[in-house]
T-cell receptor, first 109, second 115 residues
Framework: GQNIDQPTEMTATEGAIVQINCTYQ??????LFWYQQHAGEAPTFLSY??LDGLEEKGRFSSFLSRSKGYSYLLLKELQMKDSASYLC??????????WGAGTKLIIKP | DVKVTQSSRYLVKRTGEKVFLECVQD?????MFWYRQDPGLGLRLIYF???????EKGDIPEGYSVSREKKERFSLILESASTNQTSMYLC??????????????FGPGTRLTVL
């Protein structure tokens, strides 16, 4: 079967760095997405990786290793507004998105 | 600015009622999707559409149907609502291109409660 695994919840301190991991097993691979979802709101796109390596975008970076079926989202200089759920999704061989359950990130002052 | 809108943010219906959830996008996207989101579970695809009047079943289509008469509008129908359909419903759209990358844009969601 297809599955995406990510931690259910993480806690970090304002100003610190946090890494959210995602492992996947899917039928085919056409890219991995990270979305951010604040409570009660729609998911919004953060990043897309299709090749191995690190993609940096401001305070957020995303890493992919296709051979290991592994990705992480790195958030630097954490701010209170970063408190949200972070969703990992993989596009399979049919370009359908398989979604993880999301990681709820709690930022403490 | 890209926009996906859904007809209601909150909806309360009774068991057995027919329920219509509407979604409209103004980006001229070919693809539209309906998901449901429940605590502890990932987004689960109910139905999707790649073109007008075209529909494909997702992972959990039972108890649902859809309609896409116009490119910008994708409707989700619960023929006879049941309590296990209480959930957050999210509509999304994306464009079709020769590229692999197809970011999905989401609407604000409809929180449906079936009593």
């Amino acid at each position: 079967g297809q599955n995406i695994d990510q931690p259910t919840e993480m806690t970090a301190t304002e100003g610190a760095i946090v890494q959210i991991n995602c492992t996947y097993q899917t039928s085919g691979f056409n890219g991995l997405f990270w979305y951010q979802q604040h409570a009660g709101e729609a998911p919004t796109f953060l990043s897309y990786n299709v090749l191995d390596g690190l993609e940096e975008k401001g305070r957020f970076s995303s890493f992919l290793s296709r051979s290991k079926g592994y990705s992480y989202l790195l958030l630097k200089e954490l701010q209170m507004k970063d408190s949200a759920s972070y969703l990992c999704a993989v596009a399979d061989s049919n370009y359908q998105l398989i979604w993880g359950a999301g990681t709820k990130l709690i930022i403490k002052p | 600015d890209v926009k996906v809108t859904q007809s209601s943010r909150y909806l309360v219906k009774r068991t057995g009622e027919k329920v219509f959830l509407e979604c409209v996008q103004d980006m001229d996207h070919e693809n539209m999707f309906w998901y449901r989101q429940d605590p502890g579970l990932g987004l689960r695809l109910i139905y999707f559409s790649y073109d007008v009047k075209m529909k494909e079943k997702g992972d959990i289509p039972e108890g649902y149907s859809v309609s896409r008469e116009k490119k910008e509008r994708f409707s989700l129908i619960l023929e006879s609502a049941s309590t296990n359909q209480t959930s957050m419903y999210l509509c999304a759209s994306s464009r079709t291109s020769a590229e692999i990358y197809n970011e999905q844009f989401f609407g604000p969601g409809t929180r449906l409660t079936v009593l």
